[in-house]
């Protein structure tokens, strides 16, 4: 973006704080964000004119102020942000430059010029395809305009708010994946599983905010050859996947991506229903993974990846809830919530998104964290009313029925809550 802005002798850094889409995102990531943009402001010395308001109102108005002839941004494929900038554009030029994707969607397409739904052709099609190299810019060679001169506009301080729970900014970006670059990721692909290690890059956050880019994380692991290394390739790969399938089916991010899930019962009217989410939502289940993946998300503003699989799968078929009530309580509290990604990664667990398969896997929490997590560490961690029960054992103390004080019992049976899912999902597939 700035690179296409460059040929212009001036320029306006202008950010818009939408109330559409900062009341959904939890105060974590409105803290992250507000950090960034504190961030910006100062590479940008001062320059940088934040404003409140509607884009689709306040961004032809700004630029007809300033006798803009056009608006630079970078192409956003999300359903409310497409429609936005599509509304923008009926009264400013707009251009888009770049994605925050490796390969924008709408590229990576069959021979018939169809897009693929199942991620392993669509990854090995993206691999021919490949990708540019990262942009080269610099800010300082703009010269920007002065943002007190902009007047009629709801100027406001960048907000101030809580502390984010990690560190964020361009700055940390470059410096947490050369830490990670350094040694970590040549383990990634024996080690991504594991919640009770610090194995994960935890890039995600920063790939939500923008301050690194896929391409530029590409060219790095572009330069080597551990099995490590091409396993993170893949997982960006996957972040791509669901960039695509999401802006081709842009009611996805609320419905169900096969319709035929539509019918699937769920329990969402029973009278326990809020109930057991809540206890979810808390972890307070019974399930130690369970609760120790749901306490870490409360406590960090983030969660492993196999975790959120299983806390996903314990939902849906063993709570039998809507996909998309887990997925809004997530994407109010992740830090690194990002709506392609967090949708589909949901429906993949419940079986009605890009790949059917999943359908019959039905996560087994106990046999999951004595895999994943094998000494509890993990477990200890998060849930402190187990700590004094030693070794992987912490696992089965609802299956032991081991009466810990504080710490609830088992809320369903698992196995009868498995046989009663995949009953829900015959029924459908019928």
Not at 265 to 280: I, L
């Amino acid at each position: 973006m700035l690179t296409a802005a460059s040929s212009t002798d001036s320029a306006l850094g202008l950010f818009v704080l939408d109330e559409a889409l900062l009341n959904l995102s939890g105060n974590r990531r409105r803290a992250a964000l507000f950090a960034c943009l504190h961030e910006l402001n100062e590479r940008l010395n001062g320059s940088l004119l934040v404003v409140t308001g509607d884009p689709r109102e306040v961004v032809p108005k700004i630029a007809r102020q300033i006798d803009a002839e056009q608006v630079h941004v970078t192409a956003d494929f999300g359903p409310y942000g497409a429609q936005r900038d599509r509304d923008v554009e009926q009264h400013i030029e707009l251009v888009r430059t770049g994605s925050p994707f490796a390969v924008s969607p709408g590229r990576v397409v069959k021979p018939d010029g169809s897009s693929y739904q199942v991620f392993t052709p669509f990854y090995k099609r993206w691999l021919d395809h490949g990708w540019r190299a990262p942009a080269q810019t610099d800010a300082t060679t703009l010269t920007w305009i002065d943002p007190d001169t902009v007047d009629g506009c709801r100027r406001v301080a960048i907000p101030t708010a809580e502390k984010p729970v990690c560190p964020v900014g361009e700055r940390a970006a470059r410096q947490q994946w050369a830490e990670y670059l350094d040694g970590p990721i040549h383990e990634y692909d024996n080690h991504r599983d594991r919640p009770d290690l610090d194995a994960t890059s935890r890039m995600s956050v920063h790939l939500k905010l923008g301050t690194i880019h896929p391409r530029t994380m590409l060219a790095d692991l572009d330069a080597l050859t551990s099995e490590g290394a091409r396993a993170y390739r893949r997982q960006l790969a996957w972040r791509d996947f669901y960039g695509d399938v999401l802006a081709r089916n842009p009611d996805s991010a609320r419905h169900n991506l096969n319709r035929t899930y539509d019918g699937m019962p769920t329990d969402e009217k029973e009278p326990n229903a809020q109930e057991h989410f809540t206890a979810w939502c808390e972890g307070r289940t019974g399930f130690p993974i369970v609760d120790a993946g749901m306490r870490q998300l409360a406590g960090e503003g983030w969660m492993h990846n196999r975790v959120r699989m299983i806390v996903a799968s314990f939902l849906v078929k063993d709570l039998h809830l809507p996909w998309w009530w887990g997925a809004r309580h997530f994407m109010q509290h992740l830090v690194d919530g990002d709506l392609p990604a967090n949708q589909h990664g949901w429906q993949w667990v419940a079986g009605s998104g890009t790949d059917a398969a999943p359908y019959f896997r039905v996560f087994n929490p106990i046999t999951q964290g004595q895999r994943y997590d094998p000494q509890g560490d993990y477990v200890r961690r998060w849930v402190p009313e187990l700590r004094s029960i030693e070794g992987k054992a912490v696992h089965t103390v609802g299956e032991r029925s081991v009466d810990v004080p504080g710490y609830p019992a088992p809320m369903v049976d698992h196995a009868e809550e498995r046989r009663d899912a995949l009953a829900r999902y015959d029924r459908i597939k019928k």
